[in-house]
């Protein structure tokens, strides 16, 4: 390794120490200048000499990620480790982000040795890659400013031979007719002759992506630092970045493709890592504020309930327990809604939205409940498209996005909802996936206090918030994430800093909305006479199945309770004639809800099923509708509901009490 030129900011003696020694004693040689104060790094790191950086993030006189940052502005090239005394994931994540080689923590001292041979190694590999790229990008230029290149094939091999870069020549077919010792490592090919016997198309991910790069390369001539994820001969996945140079003929014709190759693996390796570890901290946040929610939502529960049984003589008091106990069911229902449209899984219904109509009925509600000190500003343009989209989601996106705004004022300031079209071709240089050909923008700013950019990166995660845990439960931005995505839109945030935030939403214009109507599963389905009233009511809960029974025996049905779903179609086989509808749990033991509706159709092709669920994942729901289910109900259910949609199916029952329980 020879001797290393090391830069190190510590301000603690002890930590200098124990990083001299680590070195010495795995033989490392190195020149130590040891600095105190940021100052004097930033004017040490001008040198050019220098093979690596060590710096503390500790103590003030190190200044934390600001050395680092100034590393990265100064000498981007040279390898950069951070020592930290911290053990949380956390600052090691924000430290790589940031652009540090590698993450030590103090206590483990040990790992330093390792990751300055590493940090060296590759930093002089990928110089060496440098080097060779700028070659072999200039040997490339050459030919194509000959306008052709040589036909014979020791001449193509000539010049790849030299390159570090996987660098290769093939037929538009993918037929590879020369390539260098690189591109066979790159793929795993044992000899030159095994890499020309394989077809480079077929080293591709899909024929999809071949197909894209063939058209890239007759529209754009050449194809500068396009991602790859091809596949070794082995099978392993390998992610490249690639330049392609077609060459042409007299017609126009592509005839050869030239193309060097950069094994990006290991970068690409470390940003799943990262990603990762982001998932893990966020469902470390995300069960924390489950936790948290849900535990309040008991308590209150759990508190009322057993204050019941000492308010016994005290009658009076019984309806206001009872309604602040259903109160805590409904706030535990709409957490568990929230979460699911913040992971775009909850359900849309898309019809014929009115823009303009929502923003104008928003902001009548908003300005009768807002502070009098926050105005409202409305630039709503006439002759505005409808959309197609989920009025209730779009209603809620926009009512967080105002909440937010209402809060980052807590002086009063002014709210501005915008409408405007945006055209596709615009948004796709900054959202990829655009390809609508016009887009509605719903833009809402405020005159706030604008946010840091480190409050910026993580608005969207769930339960992320800067309010005390009081005032929010931080899903609010969550939510709009998860919508806008589900209606295959995009968001946009411009914030500055005591000047105020503009959250810009984008969504798909659709040229005939008026086709889209809302499907109510369900609705229609003919209420005849003499039909069986029989339920057969199949929940493996069994406080629930009790419940039910007596509820809806208590509404004059007869009911056959089942508790799993082996015990449902063993009971209907044997009462099918009798049985009008079946309410069926889709989690079953033994036998699910899914299975056991298909069971039952072999028995009673027009048999009717309702399918209760706590989530029933979308596109699930829209397939077992499309296989005979009647309708399906969200848990926790109101059996005023339940009992509308047994109604409307097999009619109402000889029965007076119209007042079900709730549960």
Not at 95 to 120: E, F, M, W
Not at 272 to 289: H, N
Not at 429 to 449: M, N
Not at 608 to 634: C, F, H, N
Request: some cysteine; glycine content about 8%; aromatic content about 6%.
């Amino acid at each position: 390794m020879g001797m290393l030129e090391i830069l190190h900011l510590e301000t603690s003696d002890v930590d200098a120490a124990a990083v001299e020694e680590q070195l010495r004693s795995a033989g490392i040689k190195a020149k130590i200048t040891r600095v105190c104060e940021v100052e004097d790094f930033e004017q040490e790191i001008a040198r050019e000499d220098l093979d690596i950086i060590l710096a503390s993030d500790g103590g003030r006189s190190c200044g934390g990620l600001r050395p680092l940052a100034h590393a990265r502005e100064k000498a981007p090239e040279i390898p950069f480790i951070l020592l930290s005394g911290s053990h949380e994931m956390a600052n090691a994540i924000d430290a790589l982000n940031a652009g540090a080689t590698d993450y030590v923590i103090k206590q483990h001292i040990s790992k330093l040795v390792p990751a300055v041979r590493r940090a060296v190694r590759e930093s002089r590999q990928e110089a060496e890659l440098l080097r060779a790229r700028e070659n072999l990008y200039a040997q490339t230029e050459l030919l194509a400013g000959n306008g052709h290149m040589r036909h014979e094939q020791n001449g193509c091999r000539t010049s790849v031979n030299e390159a570090v870069t996987g660098d290769f020549i093939m037929r538009p077919s993918g037929r590879i007719l020369t390539c260098n010792s690189a591109f066979l490592d790159i793929f795993g090919f044992g000899s030159t002759e095994e890499a020309l016997s394989a077809n480079f198309m077929s080293l591709l991910r899909s024929r999809k992506d071949g197909a894209e790069l063939l058209v890239l390369l007759k529209r754009n001539k050449t194809i500068e630092r396009h991602e790859l994820e091809m596949r070794r001969s082995g099978g392993e996945a390998v992610y490249l970045v690639a330049k392609l140079l077609g060459v042409f003929d007299d017609r126009d014709e592509l005839t050869r493709i030239q193309g060097c190759l950069f094994n990006d693996t290991k970068r690409k390796r470390l940003e799943q890592q990262l990603l990762q570890a982001q998932k893990l901290e966020g469902l470390g946040t995300l069960a924390g504020g489950i936790a948290h929610d849900f535990n309040n939502i008991l308590a209150i529960i759990l508190g009322y309930t057993g204050r019941l049984e000492e308010w016994i003589s005290r009658p009076e008091v019984i309806p206001g327990a009872i309604h602040v106990i259903k109160e805590a069911v409904q706030r535990g229902t709409t957490l568990v809604q929230q979460l699911l449209t913040s992971a775009q899984q909850a359900e849309a219904h898309f019809t014929s939205v009115d823009l303009n109509a929502l923003v104008r009925e928003l902001e009548k509600m908003l300005c009768a409940t807002f502070p009098k000190t926050v105005a409202f500003h409305l630039q709503l343009p006439s002759d505005f498209p409808l959309l197609v989209a989920d009025r209730r989601q779009i209603h809620q996106v926009l009512l967080n996005l105002c909440v937010n705004a209402r809060d980052a004022m807590s002086n009063g300031g002014t709210i501005t909802i915008k409408t405007a079209l945006a055209s596709g071709a615009e948004l796709s240089d900054s959202f990829p996936g655009a390809d609508a050909r016009r887009y509605a923008c719903i833009s809402v700013r405020d005159t706030g206090l604008g946010m840091t950019p480190e409050v910026k990166a993580h608005i969207f995660e769930p339960f992320f918030t800067t309010k005390e845990r009081a005032k929010g439960t931080g899903l609010g931005l969550s939510v709009v994430y998860g919508v806008v995505n589900n209606h295959r839109g995009f968001v946009d945030v411009e914030t500055e800093q005591n000047v105020g935030t503009n959250f810009c939403i984008y969504l798909p214009v659709a040229e005939a909305p008026e086709r889209f109507l809302a499907r109510t599963p369900g609705a229609g389905a003919p209420q005849k006479r003499g039909e069986p009233q029989t339920i057969l009511l199949v929940e493996d809960e069994n406080m629930l199945r009790d419940l039910g029974v007596e509820i809806l025996e208590g509404e004059g049905y007869r009911v056959l309770p089942a508790q799993d779903g082996v015990d449902a179609v063993e009971l209907f086989t044997k009462h099918r004639h009798e049985i009008g509808l079946v309410i069926c749990d889709l989690g079953l033991p033994r036998l699910g809800g899914r299975e056991v509706h298909l069971r039952m159709k072999e028995t009673k092709p027009g048999v009717r099923v309702i399918v209760a669920s706590g989530y029933l994942e979308p596109g699930m729901r829209s397939e077992m509708l499309k296989a005979g289910v009647i309708d399906t109900i969200q848990k926790p259910y109101d059996f005023r509901e339940l009992i509308q949609k047994i109604q409307g199916v097999i009619g109402k029952a000889h029965c007076e009490d119209d007042h079900p329980q709730l549960f």
